[in-house]
C-alpha cells in the first residue's frame, strides 16, 4: 500500500493507496479476475445531486457533494467497463436530474442493478462524525423490503469501507454497515430506492462536514480508492453467484383459483426455509414440486378480476438471494353483463356531430370485468365493426352523427352478454357543441376540465374525457359562450357563433411553465380544535391564521397544477400521531407546516437533517422578508421526533404569532400576502424565477389574474403575482367557499 499526504494552502490530507490500486499490473491482474463475472452485466450509477442542486460542501468549501459523486462515478465506470461491464450513468456531467426520473433512467436502459453515489452530512453543526455506510430500502417484514438488496448493500460496504479505511456506522443493525433507509425517511425511504424495480443500494462514502474527510474527499486520487472499493464489491458480488426465478404459467388466467408455477434455478440449490410467497403482499401457499421442477403456488382464496402481483423471495443454500421476482398476472373472469349509454344520445344531423359511447362489463362476481377485456361494437347503419379493450371495467369510442335524420341500432358485446341502444340524429336547431381542449404550448389534451356553456338565464356543464374530447347537448335554441377552466390553466372564454358548434379547438395556456404540474404539496395548519395556539385581545387565534394561510397556499398551489392537499381542514383537533400517518399517503411530495407562533415580528424555518429542504425553506423565507415586510432568521435542522415521522421532506415556517401585533390592520390582507410569498419561494424553487414581480394598482376589494388567482391589494393598492403571465387582471370576488377568520370569546 502507498502512504499520500497532500498539502498545499488548505490542511493536509492523508490517505492510504491500496497496492492493487496503486501498482497497474495488480489492477489490471485482479479486474481481469472479475471480468468473467462482470463481462455483459449492465450496471446503472447515479451520481447524486449536480447541476442545480450544488449546495452540500464542507465546512471550508473544498468538497462540494455532488463533484465528489461525479468524480467517484466516472472513476467506478472506467474500473467497470475495462472488466467488460457495461455502465449507465444518470449524468456524466454537472446537471441537474429529477429524483423520479433516475430510477426510470435505469430500467429503461435495461440495468441489472443500480448503485446511487452520495456523500454525508450531519446536519447538525457535529464535525466529528465520520463513517461509510451503505443503505437498501425497507426493513425486513415490510412488504417492499427484498434481500438481495440488502445482499447488494453488504457486498459494496465491505470493500468500499476497507478501501477508505473509514469504520461502518457503529448502529448497524446487522453489524455489517448496512442501514436501511427507513432510518432517514421512516415508512418512505429514498425516492431512488423506493421507486426501483432493481436490485439498488445507495452509498454514503463518507462525511464531508468532518473536517480532515473534506479534503480527503477533495482529492480526486481519494475518489479513486473509494470508486475501487465499490468495483470490488460489485466484483465479488456478481462472482459469488444468485439463483433466478422465471414465471413458467400463463400470466392471463380465466379462473378463480389458478395455479401459478415458478421456476427455480439452479433447482437443488435452493434452501425451502428461505422460500416466501405472497400475491398482492398477502401470503400464498406452495409446495416445491420435483417432478414439474418448479415451485407450484396456490391463491390463498378466489381470485377477483383484476391485476394481482405475484412476489417471491428465495434464497440458496449458501445464503445468496434471488433478485426481486414481482410478476402481474391478470385474473379475467367470464363477463355476466354488459352496459352501454350514448353521450348525447340524440344528435343534430349536420356535419361533425358526434357521440361517445361508454361501454362496460361485469364480470360473475358483479365485478368490472378485468382491464384488456375486449368489448365489440357493431353497427352495419354506421359501417362499424369494431374491438374496444376494458380500463377498470369499461372502454370508450366516437361515434358520428349520420347527415339524415334516422333512429340507428348499435350493439355492443363482451363475450357472451349483449346489449343494444340506438342513436337518434335530428334536423334541430338544439344547442350542441364539442370540440378538443389542448394545452396552448404543445399538443398535450386536457383531460377532466371544465366545460360550461352559458344561455340566456340557463347553464349547462360538463367535463372532458380522457383524451380531452367533449360533447354537449342541451334544450335550447341560444347560446353565449363556451367557458373552459382546468386546474394548472387560465381558463378560455369564447363567444358562439352559434347554437351549434362542432371540432372546437380549445387551447389554454399553463401556469408558470408548468413547473409544479405533477408535484405533491401536504399543507398542516397546527393546532385546532382544542389546540388553539395563541390568542390576542381581539381573539384571533393562531390557529385560525394557519389554517387560513395554509387555505390560501394550497388554492395557489392547485391553481398553478400542483397536487395540493390540507391536512387540517376545519377548527378540528388532531394528533400529531394522525398527522404523520397522513403523509404516508404521499410518499413522495414535501410537507409543509404552517405554524404562526413566534414572539417577535420574524420568520424562520424547521428542516428535517435533509439538506435538500433547505433550498425552499430559504426562497419561501426571501420572498417573506421582500415582499411581507417580515425579518427572517434563516433555516436550522430539527432533532424532533415530528420531522423524523413525516413520510417526505418536511418543512414548519414559523411566522409572526397573533400576539405580535402583525395582523391587527388587517389579517385577511396579511394571511393573503403571507400565502403568496410562500407560494412565489416555491415557484422559485421550481425553477421558475422571476426577479421583479408584477405589480399593478387597483381600488377593488380583491383582483383576478386570469380568472384563476385573486389576491387582496394592500393599503397603496397594490398587488404582487411574481410575474406570473396571464390573459389580464380584472376586479374579482373571493371565493365565496372561503371561511372567514374564526374569532373565538
Known amino acids: 500500500m502507498t502512504a499520500a499526504l497532500l498539502a498545499g494552502c488548505a490542511p493536509s490530507a492523508h490517505f492510504v493507496v491500496p497496492r492493487d490500486l496503486s501498482v497497474a499490473a495488480r489492477r489490471d491482474s485482479l479486474i481481469q479476475v472479475y471480468r468473467p463475472s462482470l463481462v455483459g452485466r449492465v450496471i446503472f450509477l447515479d451520481p447524486g445531486h449536480g447541476g442545480e442542486d450544488r449546495v452540500n460542501r464542507g465546512p471550508d468549501g473544498d468538497a462540494i457533494e455532488a463533484d465528489v459523486n461525479l468524480r467517484v462515478g466516472l472513476a467506478l465506470r472506467e474500473f467497470l467497463s475495462a472488466a467488460g461491464a457495461r455502465v449507465i450513468m444518470s449524468r456524466d456531467k454537472d446537471t441537474s436530474i429529477a429524483l423520479a426520473d433516475r430510477p426510470v433512467m435505469a430500467v429503461r436502459s435495461g440495468a441489472e442493478v443500480f448503485v446511487s453515489l452520495h456523500h454525508n452530512a450531519t446536519g447538525t453543526g457535529d464535525q466529528i462524525t465520520n463513517y461509510a455506510s451503505v443503505y437498501y430500502h425497507a426493513r425486513p417484514g415490510h412488504p417492499d423490503y427484498h434481500p438481495a438488496n440488502q445482499d447488494l448493500a453488504r457486498h459494496l460496504q465491505r470493500d468500499m469501507s476497507y478501501a477508505m479505511r473509514n469504520p461502518g456506522p457503529p448502529f448497524s443493525p446487522t453489524f455489517d454497515g448496512t442501514l436501511s433507509d427507513f432510518d432517514i425517511y421512516q415508512n418512505s425511504g429514498f425516492a431512488v430506492l423506493r421507486e426501483n424495480p432493481l436490485p439498488a443500494a445507495l452509498i454514503e462514502g463518507s462525511f464531508f462536514t468532518h473536517p480532515p474527510e473534506e479534503q480527503r474527499l477533495a482529492a480526486p486520487e481519494f475518489n479513486r480508492i473509494e470508486a475501487w472499493g465499490i468495483f470490488l464489491g460489485l466484483g465479488k458480488y456478481f462472482r459469488s453467484g444468485f439463483p433466478g426465478l422465471s414465471i413458467l404459467s400463463d400470466t392471463v388466467v380465466t379462473v378463480a383459483r389458478p395455479l401459478f408455477a415458478v421456476g427455480l434455478s439452479p433447482w437443488g440449490d435452493i434452501d425451502p426455509r428461505s422460500i416466501d410467497v405472497s400475491l398482492n403482499n398477502a401470503y400464498a401457499p406452495w409446495i416445491l414440486s420435483d417432478s414439474a421442477r418448479a415451485l407450484l403456488v396456490s391463491p390463498p382464496g378466489a381470485l377477483r378480476s383484476g391485476t394481482v402481483e405475484l412476489k417471491v423471495i428465495a434464497r440458496t443454500k449458501g445464503g445468496k438471494s434471488a433478485w426481486p421476482f414481482r410478476k402481474r398476472v391478470t385474473v379475467m373472469l367470464p363477463a355476466s353483463a354488459v352496459f352501454a349509454h350514448l353521450h348525447p344520445d340524440t344528435l343534430p344531423a349536420i356535419p361533425g356531430a358526434g357521440t361517445r359511447l361508454v361501454c362496460s362489463a361485469r364480470d360473475i362476481n358483479g365485478d368490472p370485468?378485468?382491464?384488456?377485456?375486449?368489448?365489440?361494437?357493431?353497427?352495419?347503419?354506421?359501417?362499424?365493426?369494431?374491438?374496444?379493450?376494458?380500463?377498470?371495467?369499461?372502454?370508450?369510442?366516437?361515434?358520428?352523427?349520420?347527415?339524415?335524420?334516422?333512429?340507428?341500432?348499435?350493439?355492443?358485446?363482451?363475450?357472451?352478454?349483449?346489449?343494444?341502444?340506438?342513436?337518434?340524429?335530428?334536423?334541430?336547431?338544439?344547442?350542441?357543441?364539442?370540440?378538443?381542449?389542448?394545452?396552448?404550448?404543445?399538443?398535450?389534451?386536457?383531460?377532466?376540465?371544465?366545460?360550461?356553456?352559458?344561455?340566456?338565464?340557463?347553464?349547462?356543464?360538463?367535463?372532458?374525457?380522457?383524451?380531452?374530447?367533449?360533447?354537449?347537448?342541451?334544450?335550447?335554441?341560444?347560446?353565449?359562450?363556451?367557458?373552459?377552466?382546468?386546474?394548472?390553466?387560465?381558463?378560455?372564454?369564447?363567444?358562439?357563433?352559434?347554437?351549434?358548434?362542432?371540432?372546437?379547438?380549445?387551447?389554454?395556456?399553463?401556469?408558470?411553465?408548468?413547473?409544479?404540474?405533477?408535484?405533491?404539496?401536504?399543507?398542516?395548519?397546527?393546532?385546532?380544535?382544542?389546540?388553539?395556539?395563541?390568542?390576542?385581545?381581539?381573539?384571533?387565534?393562531?390557529?385560525?391564521?394557519?389554517?387560513?394561510?395554509?387555505?390560501?397556499?394550497?388554492?395557489?398551489?392547485?391553481?398553478?397544477?400542483?397536487?395540493?392537499?390540507?391536512?387540517?381542514?376545519?377548527?378540528?383537533?388532531?394528533?400529531?400521531?394522525?398527522?404523520?400517518?397522513?403523509?404516508?399517503?404521499?410518499?413522495?411530495?414535501?410537507?409543509?407546516?404552517?405554524?404562526?407562533?413566534?414572539?417577535?415580528?420574524?420568520?424562520?424555518?424547521?428542516?428535517?437533517?435533509?439538506?435538500?429542504?433547505?433550498?425552499?425553506?430559504?426562497?419561501?423565507?426571501?420572498?417573506?422578508?421582500?415582499?411581507?415586510?417580515?425579518?427572517?432568521?434563516?433555516?436550522?435542522?430539527?432533532?424532533?421526533?415530528?420531522?423524523?415521522?413525516?413520510?417526505?421532506?418536511?418543512?414548519?415556517?414559523?411566522?409572526?404569532?397573533?400576539?405580535?401585533?402583525?395582523?391587527?390592520?388587517?389579517?385577511?390582507?396579511?394571511?393573503?400576502?403571507?400565502?403568496?410569498?410562500?407560494?412565489?419561494?416555491?415557484?422559485?424553487?421550481?425553477?421558475?424565477?422571476?426577479?421583479?414581480?408584477?405589480?399593478?394598482?387597483?381600488?377593488?376589494?380583491?383582483?383576478?389574474?386570469?380568472?384563476?388567482?385573486?389576491?387582496?391589494?394592500?393599503?397603496?393598492?397594490?398587488?404582487?403575482?411574481?410575474?406570473?403571465?396571464?390573459?389580464?387582471?380584472?376586479?374579482?370576488?373571493?371565493?365565496?367557499?372561503?371561511?372567514?377568520?374564526?374569532?373565538?370569546?
Request: with cysteine; aromatic share 8%; net charge neutral.
Open 369 to 745: 370485468v378485468a382491464d384488456g377485456c375486449p368489448l365489440r361494437v357493431f353497427s352495419p347503419a354506421l359501417g362499424i365493426d369494431t374491438t374496444l379493450h376494458t380500463i377498470g371495467g369499461s372502454a370508450v369510442c366516437y361515434l358520428a352523427a349520420p347527415a339524415q335524420e334516422s333512429d340507428i341500432p348499435v350493439e355492443v358485446q363482451c363475450q357472451k352478454p349483449t346489449t343494444t341502444l340506438i342513436l337518434t340524429s335530428r334536423h334541430d336547431s338544439l344547442l350542441y357543441a364539442s370540440g378538443t381542449v389542448r394545452a396552448a404550448d404543445s399538443a398535450l389534451t386536457l383531460g377532466e376540465a371544465r366545460i360550461s356553456i352559458r344561455t340566456n338565464g340557463d347553464q349547462f356543464a360538463d367535463t372532458t374525457w380522457h383524451d380531452g374530447k367533449f360533447m354537449v347537448r342541451g334544450a335550447t335554441t341560444r347560446a353565449e359562450s363556451l367557458c373552459v377552466a382546468c386546474d394548472g390553466y387560465f381558463p378560455s372564454t369564447i363567444a358562439l357563433r352559434s347554437p351549434q358548434e362542432t371540432e372546437l379547438d380549445i387551447r389554454l395556456r399553463p401556469v408558470a411553465g408548468r413547473r409544479l404540474f405533477g408535484r405533491t404539496f401536504l399543507i398542516d395548519a397546527r393546532y385546532g380544535g382544542t389546540e388553539s395556539g395563541e390568542r390576542n385581545a381581539r381573539g384571533l387565534r393562531s390557529a385560525d391564521v394557519n389554517l387560513e394561510i395554509a387555505w390560501r397556499l394550497t388554492e395557489l398551489l392547485k391553481g398553478a397544477g400542483a397536487n395540493a392537499h390540507l391536512v387540517r381542514r376545519s377548527d378540528s383537533t388532531i394528533a400529531e400521531a394522525e398527522r404523520t400517518r397522513r403523509s404516508s399517503e404521499y410518499p413522495r411530495g414535501m410537507y409543509i407546516r404552517i405554524d404562526a407562533g413566534e414572539p417577535g415580528v420574524h420568520a424562520r424555518a424547521e428542516i428535517y437533517r435533509s439538506i435538500s429542504n433547505r433550498h425552499l425553506a430559504e426562497r419561501m423565507l426571501a420572498a417573506l422578508a421582500a415582499l411581507a415586510q417580515i425579518e427572517t432568521t434563516g433555516v436550522k435542522p430539527s432533532n424532533e421526533q415530528f420531522f423524523n415521522d413525516v413520510a417526505m421532506g418536511t418543512i414548519s415556517v414559523r411566522l409572526p404569532s397573533v400576539s405580535t401585533g402583525y395582523y391587527d390592520s388587517s389579517a385577511a390582507l396579511a394571511i393573503d400576502r403571507i400565502a403568496w410569498c410562500l407560494f412565489g419561494g416555491i415557484l422559485h424553487d421550481a425553477g421558475f424565477i422571476d426577479p421583479a414581480p408584477t405589480v399593478s394598482r387597483h381600488s377593488t376589494p380583491s383582483v383576478s389574474l386570469g380568472g384563476v388567482f385573486w389576491q387582496i391589494p394592500d393599503q397603496t393598492g397594490s398587488v404582487y403575482f411574481f410575474g406570473l403571465e396571464s390573459p389580464g387582471l380584472m376586479p374579482s370576488s373571493m371565493p365565496s367557499e372561503r371561511a372567514p377568520l374564526r374569532r373565538s370569546p
